[in-house]
């Protein structure tokens, strides 16, 4: 099933310019990271986790919108792409509630910090951040691709502020929340980091 086609069987046929113009944004040239393979890698874990979900086709929905506005110069990508999902969705026989819940969800992910009993959330920030408990190779590609979407800033610059993103993941008390998620990535995603922190002091 391609992108679209998956769209459209969790949004309706009616709802294929969606589909199609979130596919377009996914595959934009400037993107090396938040591209259509990290887009199906979230869609398909929030699949796995859609059991630990109160409405998992919320999720799937949030997923689609979390990076579809993404410009590495700008802090804002989450809000922006939060305003476009209320914005496409408000044409669809989508419930106001349900787009509601989509809008907070793409927001959530600009800090990927849900809270206690948000399971919702939980389960969209623990497979927006599945890649940090990747396989090693895995893990430096993705870090990889991500210098690649922020080549116009110069390496001390870029180092630093890495470095400081890395350390407030360390610093979180968990960085997954769903226990399948926990379980399988937590151990691995901070020896990576730590592994990523080390790279870039030395």
Known sequence: MDLVDRWVALAGPHTRHIGTELDRRYGESHRRYHTRAHLVAVLDLVDELAGHADDPDAVRIAAWFHDAVYDPERADNEERSARL????????????????RVVRLVELTATHAPEEGDRDGQVLCDADLAVLGAEPERYAAYAAAVREEYAF???????????????????????????AARERFEERARANVRTELLLLNA
Do not use: Q, S, Y
């Open 153 to 179: 800033v110069p390496d001390e610059f870029f180092r630093a502020g890495r470095a400081e993103v890395l350390n407030g993941l360390l610093a979180l008390p968990r960085l997954f929340h769903t226990p």
């Open 85 to 100: 999902a209320a914005r496409m969705l408000a044409d669809t026989d989508v419930p106001d509630a349900v787009v509601a």
